[in-house]
């Protein structure tokens, strides 16, 4: 339902103005929960990497006192190179698997949806990757089994992938729906063939490379901040300026031209894979700054494992208290039944075998 605007003088009239008409898109859980602004982005990146610096140190100060003087921590940026460097693994994956398109996108979204929430420090994007890519075939309607997933991708067993799908799950809010720029650019595709001047010659081309610029833009950030809409018109404009311009002024759409220049710049600018000696180098440090309470066999691990299973002991003994209690204070045969006036209530219990 639109709500009426106030006037500009404060009068409390409605305006004329036709209220603004929501999108299926606008009412999405992307839209309302996975779009930010480039400064939200990046002061999310931040807050999260330097809460995840302090809570790392302070674990290796309590397992070694000044030891973290030693380690370098990864700054946002870098963490930010180490997952776009896993969203490119995603297509070399998706190629052996025979996967299609919307898995692909899918798992690219995930994994950069999820490393909103947390860190790599904690968690590798390489086993990240892997369970996204999975949970992706799942939610898009092409299942694999575990096993055979698995089986294909050395050095990795159905454990690594599983212990990981809840935590992914639950740090999309179990929000899987993502909506694609890839199927935007289909449905522009068709529309664009039905204006006066769409080219008779080479159409299949302006098709394939709009669809690269797509494959391109899921190693930016575009989709975190721009509508899968304005992606698809973007990278249209990309491949033929020409006929993105002339569908804008078909639906008098001229004023988002501008939002395009900003889209097409960011795919031209960090739309293909990171440099790999550079990513060698991150994932070498990451060894050093990673989380211990992560790391299978340590001190620290150990500890937090121990933390866990007296707190979960603790529950059951409390749930089994609870359980004990209910059971000693309240009646076996239940409530005393009343009839529907309000009737004297009757003693179930002390009816005879006769009565």
Not at 123 to 136: E, G, I, R, S, Y
Not at 187 to 214: C, M, N, R
Not at 248 to 277: C, F, H, W, Y
Not at 297 to 311: F, T, V
Request: charged content about 25%; some cysteine; overall charge negative.
């Amino acid at each position: 339902m639109a709500l009426a605007t106030q006037q500009p003088n404060g009068d409390d009239e409605p305006s004329t103005k036709p209220a603004h008409k929501r999108s299926i898109y606008e009412a999405s859980t992307q839209y309302r929960h996975w779009r930010y602004s480039p400064e939200q982005l990046a002061q999310t990146r931040a807050s999260l990497n330097a809460a995840a610096v302090s809570a790392i140190r302070i674990t290796i100060e309590a397992e070694s006192p000044g030891s973290s003087s030693n380690v370098t921590f990864l700054n946002a940026d870098e963490e930010r190179l180490l997952v776009k460097l896993y969203v490119s693994k995603i297509t070399q994956l998706c190629g052996h698997f025979r996967f299609p398109e919307d898995v692909e996108a899918t798992a690219a979204s995930y994994l950069k949806r999820f490393y909103l929430k947390n860190t790599v420090m904690d968690w590798h994007p390489k086993n990240v990757m892997l369970t996204a890519l999975f949970l992706a075939t799942k939610t898009c309607n092409h299942p694999i089994s575990l096993d055979e997933y698995t089986s294909h991708i050395p050095n990795t067993s159905p454990s690594d992938v599983l212990d990981l799908e809840f935590l992914i799950a639950q740090s999309l809010g179990f929000e899987f729906a993502v909506w694609h720029p890839h199927r935007a650019l289909w449905g522009l595709w068709l529309d664009v063939q039905s204006l006066e001047d769409f080219p008779k010659e080479g159409i299949t081309e302006i098709y394939d490379t709009a669809l690269s610029h797509i494959r391109a833009s899921r190693l930016t950030d575009a989709e975190l901040i721009f509508a899968p809409s304005q992606i698809a018109l973007a990278c249209l404009a990309l491949s033929s300026p020409t006929l993105a311009a002339a569908w804008a002024r078909s639906k008098s759409s001229e004023n988002v031209l501008p939002i395009l220049e900003s889209i097409q710049e960011m795919i031209t600018r960090d739309g293909s894979p990171p440099n790999v000696e550079a990513v060698r180098d991150v994932d070498r440090r990451l060894k050093l700054c990673k989380n211990p309470e992560k790391v299978v066999g340590s001190k620290a691990y150990l500890a937090k494992k121990d933390q866990e299973e007296k707190a979960a002991a603790e529950k059951r003994a409390r749930k089994a208290e609870e359980v004990r209690k209910t059971m000693e204070e309240s009646d076996p045969f239940g409530e005393a039944l009343t009839g529907k006036h309000g009737d004297e209530a009757v003693d179930v219990a002390g009816l005879d075998d006769d009565d």
